[in-house]
């Protein structure tokens, strides 16, 4: 069963859990202060822009962000993609206004900064709660602490069930490396086991997982690298701060032509009615098991997603 949403598709694939699909490729952050970013990303191939209240904007700047945002949203949403407002550390002096600002907009999302802990997002949910937000208002949490890295598993697990306001990972290198001393450097090697260990925990938990952003926007062909990288590691799109780095998001974390084949066979072999009390199938000449079915399902709506945003308006 499909069908259709604002941004993506939902499929019933039981009687009790119903899947979300978006696509979240490219996620671009734009700083809320910057008016002519703001105007440009709706023009942009971005799956999500990350509307930034925190770092990106200097603390006598933050009321004036606030305001151009008001007016950004007054203007219109930006169509098909998703809408993140990066709120600043509720216990900051800018938390209480940034929550207002998100309650009265109401985003697709609002993402938290510097994670530690669940109570981080608990106390988000309880404000979103307070003020009536509709469900639809997600919670996006940024991983770029020692101690939310170390706790991804227990924050994760606060969207492990339906209707879930925790949906959505977004790792942050910049102050993971400031805070841990390790440099940048290519490939991130001793990085990778902190980027698979928030991996884990949103898997483990239906928490959707985006990797940090590259710092080098001119340095394309590293850039592309990094992406490919992320795919292999299992992450569902990349953080940009450059449109220069939307293409290139883009490919490297859309279902591959080989794989959607594979996701459609399978998909195809377990609606075959003689296939209703099997669990177990030889799909191409390899095993399948009915657990694989919604692994494929997923892949084949992204797939469908994907090809429907190439196509001409």
């Known amino acids: 069963m499909h069908a259709a949403t604002k941004l993506g598709k939902t499929f019933s694939m039981t009687d009790t859990k119903t899947y979300s699909v978006r696509l979240r490729r490219s996620i671009l952050s734009v700083p809320?202060?910057?008016?002519r970013a703001l105007e440009k990303a709706r023009g942009l191939d971005c799956d999500g822009v990350?509307?930034?209240?925190?770092?990106?904007?200097?603390?006598?700047?933050?009321a004036q962000a606030r305001e151009n945002l008001s007016a950004f949203f007054a203007a219109g949403r930006l169509e098909g993609r998703e809408m993140v407002i990066r709120i600043n550390a509720l216990s900051s002096a800018f938390g209480a206004d940034d929550m207002a600002c998100v309650i009265a907009l109401q985003p697709?999302?609002?993402?938290?900064?510097?994670?530690?802990?669940?109570?981080?997002?608990?106390?988000?949910f309880d404000?979103?709660?307070?003020?009536?937000?509709?469900?639809?208002?997600?919670?996006?949490a940024m991983m770029e602490t020692p101690r939310g890295v170390l706790n991804a598993g227990a924050?994760?697990?606060?969207?492990?069930?339906?209707?879930?306001r925790l949906s959505c990972f977004v790792v942050g290198?910049?102050?993971?490396?400031?805070?841990?001393?390790?440099?940048?450097?290519p490939g991130r090697t001793y990085l990778v086991p902190w980027l698979m260990q928030v991996v884990l925990a949103g898997?483990?938990?239906?928490?959707?997982?985006?990797?940090?952003?590259?710092?080098?926007?001119?340095d394309l062909e590293a850039y592309a690298a990094e992406c490919e990288q992320g795919r292999l590691m299992g992450f569902d799109g990349k953080m940009l701060i450059h449109p220069a780095q939307i293409a290139a998001a883009n490919q490297a974390f859309a279902p591959a032509a080989g794989d959607i084949a594979e996701a459609e066979a399978i998909v195809a072999a377990f609606a075959d009615p003689a296939a209703a009390n099997l669990n177990v199938l030889t799909v191409d000449g390899h095993m399948v098991e009915r657990l694989h079915l919604e692994q494929a399902k997923r892949l084949v709506t992204k797939a469908q997603l994907v090809a429907k945003r190439r196509m001409p308006e």
Do not use: C
């Open 32 to 35: 809320a202060i910057n008016l």
């Open 50 to 62: 990350i509307f930034d209240l925190e770092d990106s904007v200097a603390p006598e700047m933050k």
């Open 108 to 124: 697709d999302a609002v993402l938290i900064p510097k994670v530690d802990e669940p109570d981080d997002v608990l106390a988000v």
């Open 127 to 140: 404000l979103l709660e307070e003020a009536g937000a509709p469900d639809s208002l997600k919670v996006w």
């Open 155 to 164: 924050i994760a697990r606060l969207g492990r069930s339906d209707g879930a």
């Open 173 to 185: 290198l910049n102050d993971l490396r400031k805070d841990t001393g390790v440099p940048m450097a």
């Open 203 to 218: 898997r483990a938990y239906g928490v959707e997982v985006i990797d940090s952003v590259s710092n080098d926007f001119k």
